[in-house]
Every structure is written in structure tokens, then in C-alpha cells.
């Protein structure tokens, strides 16, 4: 069934529902577009992590302050030379079968993201593990000699290649929860379906109706108490405008405004916006001509001049030739290519390009209106200031993320947001090992400097290692052209309470009352 087809029958069926205030106890929100899984050691977009977040916790996570605190483990321990971590289960967390936690389950789940077979795009969060990354990549094959290891039912221990100054707050994201082998091995690739997945977050899984709606209710036996809410509804609404006339009809509570809108409705009560963790960047395609070229990569991104972006969005981002972003530490904002129009035609001569004889640029991007929006710009600058051709394709979520891993377009958009609030997480992203770098760039010594920063303790030779990473990234090579960091503009129904968006635009339920 056509997208558009399928919005308007959507639309029409949410429509129907009651004009009366919704049961108290039911939060309905937007996620946009369908989960491409609920499997945490395959995911990899921020949709699916919407839903796992309620449906999960890990060893630790993050608390007000973005700090890793307890969760699944009530303590740990590292040793002084940093490199071995013993972490301490909670007494009493079980599964929503009622199967106890064990410290064997997050073994078998850390194994299980390594394993090559996986083919799982976030593996390298845990090459700093002994052993990982020689594992994965199939020059170990005994997953024994990984270096974690459950010492009984309650006690997982760690050991380290090298100390990493932010390890437990890599325990806070998706890829490290816990997994079952025999749920996993029992079903299959259905396995996350209602009728089998188990799970120990505040919520569980109660429907998935694909292309439609996900119900989640609490989970009674979660350890820090079940949640307030009796039922999340999170339906799959493409058009953020749609989104937006269901939520002004009281059919929706919060929902993402849509960049359009932003003017009118920033005095709205229940309007939000935080600056975001999360940065906005065009990727080329580095095995494919013209980008084959760091000169031409360079040129094209000195041919944007990043400060019309915020004007067209309006929704408070940043403009930014940088990577790490504002409020994330080691951020430089001195570092990036400056817009410089006629040094971006001098680099397409110095490379012997002609623009005039160049096929059309291929742009794709993911179906919505803000990626559309930004593309539109971009096509306009780079048609004005090198006079190229350019043709915008956009293309469904799942569809777009498959390509991305299969063959790239020439150019695409993509964001990443922080998993964990260190640095590490944005500049590792494109070291050469990465499974999300789809930008077919590598660089040694990229990766020697992401590496030796991770394990630096001192902040001043740290900033240094991510200040030269950040130039081969961002001003040298450029397989990446930043181009603004994100914030996040929300609706919420006065009727929730107890919801407050933060800057890693991660939403947890557990504590949101509906009245």
C-alpha cells in the first residue's frame, strides 16, 4: 500500500477515536515511522530505541546530571590501574516470565553482539573489552577468551584492553542489556514479537501492530517499582503535520513539531525546547566519484554557508563545521571548513573537475519534512556557489537505512545523537572499524588518535588528541560535512505530567503520570 495511502487511512481511523478525554493513566505518542526491531544488539535508530528504552534497563544508567548511577547493578568496582570492573547485580530482578536475572545474561548478550555472525552495526562499543575486537573480527574464535565473564549468578566482571575513563557509561545504552539465549535461540528472528519477548524494563510489550501502533503496559515486577502510566500508545504517524493535527485534535500527547509550525506555536503552553546532543551531517560516498577526492569533499562543504540553516528550520539549532557538540566536553568550536565560495571553485580547478560536466549530485535522505527542508537549501547552495547539478531523493526509513549499509548514495544525510555523554561516542562513529560509518573512509590515524583519547585521564592532552582527530575529520579528509547541531521542539498535553524532554532527546515514561 502507497505511504500516502496508508497516512490518509491512518489519519482517518485515529480520527475516529472518542472526542472525550482519553482514560486517565494512557499516554499516546508519535513515533513516526515503524521500529525496524525491538532486537537491543541489532538496533540501530532512534526509533527503536524509543521503544527499548521502556522496555529495558542496563548494568547502570544515565541520571539528571547525564552520570552514570546504578540500575541492573546495584555497585561496581574498578581497579586503580583502571582496566578490570566487577559489577554487582541486584538481588531479586527477574524477567517478565520470571526468570531471575543472572549475570550469565549479559555474557551471552555481549558475546551475541560481538559474534561476526551478528553482523551487528554497534559491535565496537565494546572493542575496549579484552579480547572484543579481535573477536569480531575473526582472528579470535574462542568467545571464552572475551573478557567477560559472569563470577557466579550475581557477580560480571570486565576486563579492559586498556582503562577507559567512561566505561560505565557505555552500560547504559541498549547493546549491553542483558539477553536471553533460550528465548533468542527458541524463536528465532520472532523472537521480539509480543507473544515471546521478555524483558525487565518498567514497561512490557503488550501489541505490535506493524505499520500502526505499538502497545506497551507496565510491568508490575520492575525493580524500582512499576511505572504511573496504565498503557503507552505509540503510533506510527510518517507526516510530523499529521502528527501535529492529531495531538491539536487531544488525539496525540506530545509530538515533535514540525519546522514549519515552530513560529506559530512556540507560546503554546505545552511547548518545549532543549538543545540537543545531536549533530546534523551530509556523508559522502568516499569510494565513489567525484568524492573519491578529499579536494572535492573539501569544496563542497566550504560551499555551504551553515547560517542559513538555522534561518530556514527556525527550531534553535546551531550552526556548526565542528563535531563534538556544545555542552559535551572537549568541544572546539574554532575546528571546521568556513564557508568560502569562491576557495571552493578554486578546489574543484585544483582537482580537475569541471562543474559544468559533472553528472547531476545525488542527495538522498529519509522521508521528512525537516531532512527535506535542509536538502532543498543545500541543493540551492551547491547548485549556486559551484555550479553543479543536484537531484534530491528521499527514500521510507527502513529503506533508506538498508542502503545506507548496502551501497550508500553519493551524498546522504544522517544525525547522531549521544548514546553515552562522552566524546568518544561522536568521534569513534567514524573510525574505520565503526559498522555506522557509512562513509567507506578510513584513516589510521584517525583511529590511533579516537583510540589514545579514550584512554587519556588528562583533559588537557585529550582535548589535544580530539582536536587533531577533528581536523582530519572535519577540515582535511572530510568524508563528513557537519552542518548544524539539533534541539528539540515538543508538544505536551496538559494533561502529562512529570515529563521533561532532555539534551540526548532520550524519553523515559516511568515516572509520567496522564490525567
Known sequence: MPRAVWGFLLLGALACLPRAAPPPGVLRINLGTEPPTLDWTRATDSVSIQVIDQLMRGLAELGPDLRPVPALAERWEVTPDGRVYTFHLREGVRWTDGEPLRAEHFVYAWRRLLDPQTAAEYAYFLFPVRGAR?????????????????????????????????????????????????VIEAYGERWTEPEHIVTLGPFRLEAWEHEYRILLRPNHDYFAGPPRLKQIAAYMVTEGSTALILFEQGILDIVRVPPLEIRRLSSHPGYRRVPALRGYYYGFNTEEAPFDDSRVRRAFGMAIDRAELPKVLRGGELAAS???????????????????AEGA????????????????????????????????????????????????DSR????????????????????????????????????????????????????????????????????????????????????IVPLFV??????????IEGFEPNPMDLMFFEGVEAH
Open 396 to 479: 521510507e526509513w527502513k529503506v533508506f537505512l538498508k542502503e545506507l549499509v548496502v551501497k550508500p548514495s553519493p551524498v546522504y544525510r544522517l544525525g547522531w545523537g549521544a548514546d553515552f555523554p562522552d566524546p568518544d561516542n561522536f568521534m569513534s562513529l567514524f573510525a574505520s572499524y565503526s559498522a555506522n560509518n557509512h562513509t567507506r573512509w578510513g584513516s589510521p590515524r584517525y583511529d590511533r588518535l579516537v583510540e589514545r583519547a579514550a584512554r587519556e585521564r588528562d583533559p588537557s592532552r585529550r582535548q589535544a588528541l580530539y582536536d587533531e582527530a577533528q581536523r582530519i575529520l572535519c577540515e582535511r579528509e572530510v568524508p
Open 134 to 182: 579481535a573477536y569480531n573480527a575473526g582472528k579470535l574464535r574462542d568467545p571464552n577468551a572475551i573478557g567477560v565473564r559472569a563470577l557466579d549468578g550475581r557477580t560480571l566482571r570486565v576486563e579492559l584492553e586498556g582503562p577507559l575513563v567512561y566505561f560505565p557509561s557505555i552500560t547504559t545504552f541498549m547493546v549491553t542489556y542483558p539477553a536471553r539465549r533460550d
Open 486 to 495: 539539533s534541539a528539540i521542539n515538543l508538544l505536551v498535553s496538559e494533561r
Open 345 to 392: 571553485r578554486r578546489l574543484l580547478r585544483d582537482a580537475g573537475v569541471d562543474p559544468a560536466k559533472l553528472p547531476p549530485i545525488r542527495v538522498v535522505y529519509n522521508t521528512d519534512q525537516t531532512h527535506r527542508l535542509v536538502a532543498q537549501n543545500i541543493q540551492k547552495q551547491w547548485q549556486n556557489n559551484l555550479g553543479v547539478r543536484v537531484e534530491l
Open 322 to 340: 565542528f563535531w563534538i557538540p556544545p555542552g559535551m566536553p572537549h568541544h572546539n568550536p574554532s575546528i571546521g571548513l568556513r564557508f568560502d
